[in-house]
């Protein structure tokens, strides 16, 4: 991105900054928030590293600078005022300074209150590989999750193959929601084998990633 002409639709604040939001690029998790001047924009396009200004310092640095944590920008998208940035990132390690993966660890609860825990992310298939990793970890006292991973892989591997053998049959014989709710049984067992195999579901993110480009 040599040409930076692009930077003039943007509305910076009057204290010459605007707000950028950090998304991953593989699953569509929001990381983390931070700020931008326009010189911090020009070095992120032109590196294809993420650049913020921290308003604390008074200076623009680098994500990952210190860390190791860096940003590479897929992509930087601007919304219809003009006055926030969104970077596409892949994102090595945390994005968060206290190490989550995510600036967003803490959730409102319906009685108003907050409570700390990993984000596990907005998407629904990243949401459900997060209860299916508690559940291997807790094991707890039935759980079909559970006992379908203490059969192992080959079990596991056999009833993924009878799911999709269910999810042809819908497709060629059954009505939309049978084969929607047949497609839903063959991505949660294929979460659990991924599980059972220790393959996180951000590898296969990746493998999706790489066969988009």
Known sequence: MSDTTWLDGVRFGADGLVPV?????RSGDVLMLAYANREALERTAATGQAHYYSRSRAAIWRKGEQSGHEQVVREIRIDCDG??????????????HTGARTCFSTAVTADGRTTSGEDPGAHPLGRLAAVIAARAADRPAGSYTAELLDRG???????????AVEVVVAANAEGPERLASEAADLLYHLLVLLQARGVPLDAVWKELAHRSR
């Open 83 to 96: 006055d926030t940035i969104l970077f596409r990132v892949d994102q090595t390690g945390p994005a968060c």
């Open 153 to 163: 892989v080959p079990k596991i591997s056999q009833k993924v193959g009878e799911e």
């Open 21 to 25: 939001v950090a998304q991953e690029s």
